[in-house]
């Protein structure tokens, strides 16, 4: 199961490159912004509550759909782009085994514990 899932998040970061593929941005504008997301890790230096608060609000695709939608209904590229780039970021933490997090620790996430 765990390869099934794996593959999924790997069609669908492929997919993240395909929408960037379309919107009017040089070529280096994705690796230069795949990484921003992780920016919300800044809320674990409050505490493991806030930052996974944080994290887990900026890494959930559903944020990054409806920021998509919102960019294709104002007609805003950089709306777009922000939603493609979360969501093609999301996709990657989790082909990498960095889930969503519980609010006891970094380590412990939705896909089980990191570094095991």
Not at 60 to 71: Q, T
Not at 97 to 112: C, R, V
């Amino acid at each position: 199961m765990k390869k099934l899932l794996i593959l999924e998040e790997i069609a669908q970061f492929l997919l993240g490159i395909f929408l960037f593929s379309r919107l009017d941005f040089a070529w280096w504008w994705f690796p230069a912004l795949i990484l921003v997301p992780d920016l919300s890790m800044v809320g674990y230096l409050i505490n493991p509550k806030i930052g996974a608060w944080l994290y887990n609000f900026f890494h959930h695709k559903l944020l990054a759909v409806i920021v998509f939608v919102l960019g294709y209904c104002v007609d805003s590229q950089y709306v777009i782009l922000a939603g493609v780039i979360l969501f093609a970021h999301s996709a990657m933490d989790r082909i990498f085994g960095y889930g969503l997090k519980y609010e006891d620790a970094f380590s412990n996430t939705h896909l089980g514990k990191i570094g095991k």
